[in-house]
């Protein structure tokens, strides 16, 4: 299953000349992240599913001078005394390595392909992510300036989507996005992309989430997006949407929308600040307006499962609405079906609807 090649790795950044895993075994058409368990196996994920792939390393040296050569390209370094690193290559793709003694059965290397052509939202509606009505409402969230989160677990899409809801952010307006590894692909002119920084070797240096968030703050942002809002930073997420920062976007990771109002209530809690419980469910409450959770299903599609309002509160409890939903009992997984509930929200954008939206989906 080797071949001798000069033209690189499984990342074609680059290699010495000799016997290496066959290139086009892994950067085919349709690989969207290439996972390494050590050099003797490689897995990649091909539209949405899983497979074992015939490319393999030579040994252990040739794998780890490969993710050298690779991290040594975005100034970072690998070794015992730094046994994980986590960046962004130069063509956008997210690249992530452990080595020994933190990896026990050998190093790993795990890469997440740069899709060079962000999806549109026609582009997810044809892949069958959501329905047109469902899109509607959601533009309209969008323009009609919602705060909106998206919720899934790894690899679920909540990125591509993200993307493509702020596809319909005005062009008059600000953007500010805040992103650990800079993935979003905005056609947006008024738009500054901050991103995170790891601290140095000497451990000094670190820009967290949290504080480009709250720089952000300060430099007049019509929208915040949040690439993937973690720990602390939901706190300060949540003060942003609860002061005049209306229309601000973000993922989490989470397994349901239920799910999602719980880990943000942890993350504030991490901040530190000793809030009490009520007063934390209040801002997310009063903060957060909608809930897409999306999820990636058996054949390996990605799809929005749940589209959530965020009520309010009642009694000590964050109450949620299901405004689409897919139908649990049904045969049919991929259906995103209309509940038919009235958001409450709908006053504020419903002058909206004659452009996104047909009048007879929202009752």
């Not at 809002?229 to 976007?249: E, F, I, K, P, Y």
């Not at 397994?255 to 997310?284: C, F, H, N």
């Amino acid at each position: 299953a080797t071949q001798s090649t000069s033209a690189g790795g499984p990342t074609g950044v680059g290699r010495p000349p000799g016997p290496g895993p066959p290139r086009a075994a892994v950067t085919g058409p349709g690989v969207d992240e290439i996972m390494v368990n050590g050099a003797g196996t490689v897995y990649i994920e091909r539209d949405g599913l899983v497979q074992s792939s015939p490319a393999r390393f030579t040994d252990e040296e040739h794998l780890r001078r490969t993710i050298d050569r690779i991290v040594a390209r975005v100034g970072r370094r690998i070794d015992e005394a730094s046994p994980m690193v986590d960046a962004r290559l130069l063509d956008g793709s997210r690249v992530n390595a452990v080595v020994p003694p933190i990896a026990i059965d050998g190093t790993t290397l795990t890469i997440r392909k740069f899709n060079r052509r962000a999806l549109s939202m026609d582009d997810l509606i044809g892949l069958g992510c959501l329905s047109r009505e469902a899109a509607g409402l959601l533009a309209m969230c969008v323009v009609g300036r919602l705060n909106i989160l998206v919720s899934g677990g790894t690899g679920s899409g909540k990125t591509t989507l993200l993307g493509a809801l702020s596809s319909f952010v005005p062009e008059d307006e600000r953007i500010i996005t805040i992103e650990d590894a800079a993935e979003l692909q905005l056609d947006h002119q008024h738009l500054v992309r901050l991103e995170s920084r790891p601290p140095t070797v000497s451990g000094a240096g670190a820009v967290e989430i949290r504080d480009l968030l709250r720089n952000a703050l300060r430099m007049r942002p019509d929208r915040i997006i949040v690439g993937e809002v973690r720990d602390g930073a939901a706190l300060d997420m949540l003060a942003a949407m609860n002061t005049g920062h209306d229309g601000s976007l973000g993922t989490v990771h989470a397994s349901s929308v239920r799910d999602a109002v719980r880990r943000i209530e942890t993350m504030v809690l991490i901040a530190g600040l000793e809030l009490p419980i009520r007063a934390v469910r209040d801002q997310i409450g009063s903060g957060i307006d909608l809930i897409v959770h999306m999820a990636r299903q058996k054949d390996g599609a990605r799809r929005i499962v749940d589209i959530a309002e965020v009520v309010g509160m009642e009694g000590e409890v964050v109450t949620l609405q299901s405004l689409f939903r897919v139908d649990p009992d049904s045969t049919d997984s991929s259906t995103l079906l209309a509940t038919g509930f009235e958001p409450r929200f709908w006053p504020r954008i419903a002058h909206l609807a004659p452009q996104w939206l047909p009048s007879n989906q929202v009752r």
